[in-house]
């Protein structure tokens, strides 16, 4: 019957394409799109809780307390006191006790280290290799700030690509499915072919592919934002979500 080779082609059409008619991509989670402030602001609050800045702002910490450890030892001027008592005593013929003498003296020294303050020295050597250190541990927290900071930018330009990417992707979707639905309705109606309606078909799929992609890309750039500001992805879900109808 003509029901029946309509049911033939169902099959034919399914096994060509190799997906059964229910594909769906429920193995993702559903999309959560981010409303994210500015890159400035997101680095303003996140940054200090990295661990790239953390480690870095520590050391240079720990350099600032070397270098001033370093300059107190070759540039301070040092102060020596010293104090001391004598005290003596004899015992004559008969064993009595008397005491012949007792005193106290005492000293006080200071010491300028000059050679810390010639040009050249190892002790001027060893103060601008600390203050080195300063500056190199500065410059290194000014980096991984910049880099943060340029990261968070890209992976912000990055969801906001992928969200207008999946808006698009999902009306074609609805668009698709509504058309095959179409199709479906008018090659039972008889009037379509087959071929016409396995191009419904597969237009259909690939829309759903292209949207399936689309939702992986932006579930993995805000994967990457929140990993990058130390965060879990859930809390930035949480923090910046909206939402909007037909996704």
């Known amino acids: 019957t003509l029901e ?9 059409l399914k096994d060509s394409t ?24 997101i680095f303003s609050e996140f940054s200090e809780g990295t661990l790239a ?8 910490e720990v350099a600032r307390n070397d270098e ?16 001391r008592y004598s005290y003596s005593g004899r015992h004559d013929r008969d064993w009595n006790y008397s005491a012949a003498a007792n005193g106290l003296n005492g000293s006080l020294s200071l010491s300028i ?8 020295s190892a002790a001027d050597v060893q103060a601008k290799e ?5 500056s190199l541990a500065s410059l290194a927290l000014q980096d991984a700030n910049d880099r943060l900071l340029s990261s968070i930018r890209s992976y912000s330009m990055r969801i906001g690509q992928a969200e207008d990417t999946l808006k698009m992707a999902a009306r074609t979707e609805r668009t698709a499915a509504k058309t095959y639905e179409l ?12 071929n016409d309606l396995a191009s419904a078909r597969s237009s259909q799929l690939s829309a759903r592919m292209s949207l399936l992609s689309s939702r992986l890309d932006h579930l993995l750039a805000s994967y990457d934002l929140s990993y990058a500001i130390n965060i879990s992805l859930g809390d930035l879900q949480e923090r910046y979500a909206y939402t909007e109808e037909n996704l």
């Open 4 to 12: 029946d080779s309509r049911d033939e082609l169902m099959e034919a």
């Open 183 to 194: 199709a479906q309705e008018s090659f039972n109606a008889g009037l379509m072919s087959a």
């Open 68 to 83: 001033s450890s370093t300059r107190l030892s070759l540039y301070v001027p040092t102060l020596t006191a010293s104090v």
């Open 113 to 120: 280290p000059v050679s810390s303050y010639l040009p050249s």
């Open 18 to 41: 190799g997906i059964e008619e229910d594909f769906r991509t429920e193995e993702l989670p559903e999309p959560v799109l981010l409303a994210l402030p500015e890159p400035a602001e």
């Open 130 to 134: 600390a203050s080195d250190a300063v």
């Open 53 to 60: 800045i953390r480690s870095a702002r520590n050391a240079l």
